[in-house]
T-cell receptor
Framework: DQQVKQNSPSLSVQEGRISILNCDYT??????FLWYKKYPAEGPTFLIS?????DKNEDGRFTVFLNKSAKHLSLHIVPSQPGDSAVYFC???????????FGQGTTLQVKP | EPEVTQTPSHQVTQMGQEVILRCVPI?????FYWYRQILGQKVEFLVS????????KSEIFDDQFSVERPDGSNFTLKIRSTKLEDSAMYFC???????????FGSGTRLTVV
């Protein structure tokens, strides 16, 4: 039962361009969404989050957009840097539970 | 950013042996979580622990698993009789804050042979 899906296993972009990572969810009870960045053999590192009452949240180069009607969110990274190369996980929580449901992850490669 | 520290970083154990994974030190937090990631797969929720009790657990968290906060700061995950399929990265996480979301530890890589 994949409640959170990241359909693109990988993405490659040129340094300086925009990276767009996508995430879809099925559970309408989710009310909080997060993006994490992960390197091999390390724990997920929090990037940015968004509440279901908002449709956009911005933090520096990172912007998350939420489309509730489509049950879709995306992470935009502008401009992309080689240091952004990592696996990006979308996660969701809701319904008075703190547990996170993760997507499968998207491997981002930013080429110099 | 507040840190979540896990020990050991890597544990190799024989099938059937007990292992204890530790999340140290934690203070002033009420909610703790354990997640795992099997190689190449997504991060999966195992259990949440609130005020010294399990508040929620997944179907993965069967009778072979237990969690404790034995001394008020350390938070442990015990696997009583390890199986090959328990091999994974295990992550401890502390409760949510506005600036840092749920903060994860660096993980313990468990290898069952």
């Amino acid at each position: 039962d994949q409640q959170v899906k990241q359909n693109s296993p990988s993405l490659s972009v040129q340094e300086g361009r925009i990276s767009i990572l996508n995430c879809d969810y099925t559970n309408s009870m989710f009310d909080y969404f997060l993006w994490y960045k992960k390197y091999p053999a390390e724990g997920p590192t929090f990037l940015i989050s968004i509440s279901s009452i908002k449709d956009k949240n911005e933090d520096g180069r990172f912007t998350v957009f939420l489309n509730k009607s489509a049950k879709h969110l995306s992470l935009h990274i502008v401009p992309s840097q080689p240091g952004d190369s990592a696996v990006y996980f979308c996660a969701a929580s809701g319904g008075n539970t703190g547990k996170l449901i993760f997507g499968q992850g998207t491997t981002l490669q930013v080429k110099p | 950013e507040p840190e979540v520290t896990q020990t050991p970083s890597h544990q190799v154990t024989q099938m059937g042996q007990e292992v204890i994974l530790r999340c140290v030190p934690i203070s002033n937090h009420l909610y703790f979580y354990w997640y795992r990631q099997i190689l190449g797969q997504k991060v999966e929720f195992l259990v949440s622990f609130y005020n010294n009790e399990i508040s929620e657990k997944s179907e993965i968290f069967d009778d072979q698993f237990s969690v404790e906060r034995p001394d008020g700061s350390n938070f442990t995950l015990k696997i009583r009789s390890t199986k090959l399929e328990d091999s994974a990265m295990y992550f401890c996480a502390r409760d949510w804050t506005e600036n840092y979301g749920y903060t994860f530890g660096s993980g313990t890589r468990l290898t069952v042979v």
